[in-house]
T-cell receptor, first 115, second 114 residues
Framework: DTGVSQDPRHKITKRGQNVTFRCDPISEHNRLYWYRQTLGQGPEFLTYFQNEAQLEKSRLLSDRFSAERPKGSFSTLEIQRTEQGDSAMYLC?????????????FGSGTRLTVV | AQTVTQSQPEMSVQEAETVTLSCTYDTSESDYYLFWYKQPPSRQMILVIRQEAYKQQNATENRFSVNFQKAAKSFSLKISDSQLGDAAMYFCAYGANSGYALNFGKGTSLLVTP
């Protein structure tokens, strides 16, 4: 059990570019979540996967954002045409049904800076 | 919509002393969960303590305990015998039993002084 892994840890990109982040959950965790945390705020929910199915999406997940979880293993979060307002920490978490609702293990996050 | 309010942006405590962090929430649900998470600088979010709303008994985890007042929609965290390693951002969070998304407060930055 190596925990929830997120890659990269930091990403600096120019406005208008596309970026993709990866999250590797704990093996056997079939539930995966993405959150966004801006400076001075608590994390905000973006989306939730159960296995490969995306079951819940926040209205924060605009058309420029897309998340996938092929084969129910790792997940990717892509942001197209990045804007300065996208600068934030993107957190991934996973959980196992055995741990019940919200039995999250968080990753260390990917910090995105849009310049 | 559920909201979580942490009214203390910063708190300070001396080592070995006790500190209480405040949290209030708003919901129309009757069945839900409440959490306190700790986020050290540049490190991952860690669960400190969890409370199920249907349980009347306050949750306790070693030096950490909560005061859950369901009618008042209040959920405070007490840290006893504070240690330097307790310094971090502390987030209060709410989750409805029917959902999967946590609603977080803005956090309280806890400073522990020697």
């Amino acid at each position: 059990d190596t925990g929830v892994s997120q890659d990269p840890r930091h990403k600096i990109t120019k406005r208008g570019q596309n970026v993709t982040f990866r999250c590797d959950p704990i093996s056997e965790h079939n539930r995966l979540y993405w959150y966004r945390q801006t400076l001075g705020q608590g994390p905000e929910f973006l989306t939730y996967f159960q296995n490969e199915a995306q079951l819940e999406k926040s209205r924060l997940l605009s058309d420029r954002f897309s998340a996938e979880r092929p084969k129910g293993s790792f997940s990717t979060l892509e942001i197209q045409r990045t804007e300065q307002g996208d600068s934030a920490m993107y957190l991934c978490a996973s959980s196992h049904p055995r741990t019940g609702n919200y039995g999250y293990t968080f990753g260390s996050g990917t910090r995105l800076t849009v310049v | 919509a559920q909201t979580v309010t942490q009214s203390q942006p910063e708190m300070s405590v001396q080592e070995a002393e006790t500190v209480t962090l405040s949290c209030t929430y708003d919901t129309s649900e009757s069945d839900y969960y409440l959490f306190w998470y700790k986020q050290p600088p540049s490190r991952q979010m860690i669960l400190v303590i969890r409370q199920e709303a249907y349980k009347q008994q306050n949750a306790t985890e070693n030096r950490f305990s909560v005061n859950f007042q369901k009618a008042a929609k209040s959920f405070s965290l007490k840290i006893s015998d504070s240690q330097l390693g307790d310094a971090a951002m502390y987030f209060c969070a709410y989750g409805a039993n029917s959902g999967y998304a946590l609603n977080f407060g803005k956090g309280t930055s806890l400073l522990v002084t020697p």
